[in-house]
């Protein structure tokens, strides 16, 4: 059931497009420390996700790993993207060309199987959910349940669009 939820791209309704950015500009205010949580809950509940980042891969305390550099420096590319797709949400082709960028980066230059998406947006949702939990309504959690489907569904479009292979 669960797959075939997440292969299901539902559409964003405008109030939810709305939710999404009302609760995005709270979490974009704090961007680099959001976004170095996600990346280091990443790591830690999906620490095979580490084998792609030679500059953090043997890192296993939490501690270092917020530290790094190079960690906080992914987190902000990590959460500018999604800035990008959050402010371009009416604008479908915008959207889908940021998407595909990335997907289209990590599939030939990076290697990335397309699975670790699926589970970055999950840990990105439990972040926000855990972080924002007042602002977080059931309305907010179902936009953006939607929303990280919509971002899976792009990036492994552009992945199939280049072929790729594990």
């Not at 501690?63 to 550099?69: A, C, D, Y």
């Not at 960690?71 to 959050?86: D, E, F, P, S």
């Not at 959207?95 to 699926?118: C, D, I, N, R, T």
Request: aromatic share 10%; glycine share 4%.
């Amino acid at each position: 059931m669960e797959i075939e939820r997440w292969e299901r791209s539902e559409e964003i309704s405008e109030a939810e497009k709305k939710v999404i950015q009302e609760t995005w500009s709270r979490v974009y205010a704090n961007c680099e420390d959001v976004g170095v949580s996600i990346l280091i809950r990443f790591f830690v509940n999906f620490p095979s996700a580490k084998q792609y980042f030679s500059q953090f891969k043997h890192m296993d305390d939490t501690l270092e790993m917020e530290r790094s550099l190079q960690l906080r420096k992914h987190a902000q590319r990590v959460m500018g993207a999604i800035n990008t797709v959050v402010e371009n949400l009416n604008d479908p082709e915008k959207v889908s060309s940021v998407l595909a960028l990335v997907g289209k980066a990590h599939a030939l230059k990076h290697k990335v199987e397309p699975v670790y998406f699926k589970k970055l947006t999950g840990v990105m949702l439990e972040v926000i959910a855990e972080v924002y939990g007042n602002d977080f309504t059931p309305e907010a959690h179902g936009a953006w349940t939607k929303m990280k489907t919509l971002i899976y569904n792009h990036v492994t479009a552009a992945y199939k669009e280049v072929g790729w292979a594990p």
